[in-house]
């Protein structure tokens, strides 16, 4: 009985964590004044690069094991920072979301729920990612796959556009 309880409180606390590191820290009204300050680029190309496992292959066939795991490690120690912009990233936004979902405008409302959800979405899978990238730092063989990460960052970034917020697009995305 006592393991049941410890079991249901560690769930309980678990699932806390996780929602606290999806929605992000508590908002800044700064946030919501000028985004444009608190929002910092993202070359999803590069990203892509440093995580593309044909890109790995050729580095494994081409390097020698020492050095292959050394650049492999700042490869993705790269990728990590990259995860961590976009998360920070998604955090401002999902403000921003949360703001604009009390517009009286549908259009603008239903745009920014969207949003929302893939911030939020966004901010799990680059706390999935992160631990994922540590992985396969440890293990240098182990395969990762954090292509999710830049999907719903495009898709996050598409929608900050549907919303018509300024937001520094050089860089940021394929798709813009």
């Not at 300050?37 to 050729?58: G, W």
């Not at 706390?127 to 954090?146: D, K, T």
């Not at 999710?148 to 520094?168: C, D, H, K, S, W």
Request: charged share 20%; aromatic share 6%; hydrophobic share 50%.
């Amino acid at each position: 009985m006592t393991i049941t309880l410890i079991l249901i409180c560690v769930a309980f606390l678990a699932l806390v964590l996780l929602v606290t590191l999806a929605k992000g820290h508590g908002s800044s009204p700064e946030v919501l004044e000028n985004p444009t300050e608190h929002i910092r680029s993202v070359d999803v190309e590069a990203f892509r690069n440093l995580i593309d496992p044909e890109e790995e292959e050729f580095l494994r066939a081409s390097l020698p094991a020492p050095e292959f795991r050394r650049i492999q490690r700042e490869r993705l120690r790269a990728a990590v920072d990259y995860v961590s912009v976009a998360a920070q990233n998604a955090t401002v936004l999902l403000r921003i979301g949360e703001a604009a979902r009390q517009s009286p405008h549908p259009a603008t409302a239903e745009a920014a729920e969207v949003l929302v959800e893939n911030a939020i979405r966004l901010r799990l899978y680059a706390f999935q990612a992160v631990a994922r990238l540590y992985l396969a730092m440890i293990l240098p063989g182990a395969r990762v796959s954090v292509v999710r990460v830049a999907e719903r960052y495009e898709q996050m970034t598409r929608q900050v556009v549907m919303l018509g917020l300024q937001y520094p697009t050089r860089g940021v995305s394929a798709a813009l």
